[in-house]
């Protein structure tokens, strides 16, 4: 039997997400194949592995007992965590699975992390995940492949208003600033009219040290979950309705004013088309494990790229297991399909 790190939490805006992730993660994890090994880093960002009820994830209260503070150990092909309680015990492992959302867990830096100790990573490496968290140079990178991606301008700190405000009239409005760095729409804001540039920047610079100005792409958002390394297996395509504003973290999770429909309400060779586009992406961004792509679909009937979630949201009414069980997949099938990406079986 094979036992699998699991992380969770982390030193992001999205750590609350990470904990909803992961308890379910360990909840469908087959427990005649894989032994979990639950390692929580804190918004401190200090190790500990869990050996509690893991439903203490679901209100933030695992840390309060049943921890020791740990760390991996880097020697390579080691693959054991430190307990650092004075015991001096190590734990083995065989591969860590990163359910880790935003910035110190889904940009590449715990996927460095590991691979520098030839620890397995199930999932996206570090190279992916650090593209595809980066909006503008993922971007760049699709768009050498021949898809559309939104017309936008990058700026870093200390850029002034009137460069603001000249991209912002070359754009035209309305359009999105968001940081360049970060997950579920946190520091992005629509800007409407030039007299909100500078609060929305300033907004975005919060998050990250670079921000993009993007134009704003008519149509709706479809998503596309895909699956594997060698062989690429894709989900139903899924669509967002809004029916106001953007789908912005508050929407993402509580889906106040939108609806999302899987199947999207699309014709079945525009399914067939996202679904391609979506493998094109994934391998241009050199994903594997899984990952979910997102685009647009324009009323002209022109796709358009978004971004890639290399972690995706992990509970059982997400996105991504929601895409998978509409072609047959249940949750603790894709669990197991994807540890097996990287472990076999």
Known sequence: MKTI????????????????????VLEHLDATRYRALPVGITRAGQWLVYTGDIH??????????ECAPCTPLLTRGVRRLLLLDGSGQQLA??????????????????????????????GCGSLSSALCMDKD????LVRQAGIRVPRSAVFRRGVRQEELLAAGNMLGYPLFVKPVRAGSSFGINRVTAPAQLQAAAA????IDREILLEEAISGFEVGCAVLGTEELTVGMVDEIELTGGFFDFEEKYTLKTSAIHCPARIRPEQVTWIQSTAKTIYRVLDCKGFARVDLFLTPQGELVFNEVNTIPGFTTHSRYPNMMQ???MDFSTLITRIIETEVGT
């Open 203 to 206: 907004s975005a610079f919060a």
């Open 56 to 65: 203490r994830l679901i209100d933030d209260s695992w840390q309060s007992g």
């Open 326 to 328: 509409q072609i047959g």
């Open 93 to 122: 492992f065989d591969a860590a699975l990163p359910i880790l959302h935003g910035k110190n867990g889904e940009d590449g830096t715990v996927q460095g992390l590991l691979e520098l100790a030839d620890i397995p990573v199930i």
């Open 5 to 24: 790190l699991i992380l969770f939490g982390g030193c992001s805006t999205e750590y609350g997400v990470s904990l909803q992730s992961a308890h379910a």
């Open 137 to 140: 140079r993922a971007h760049k």
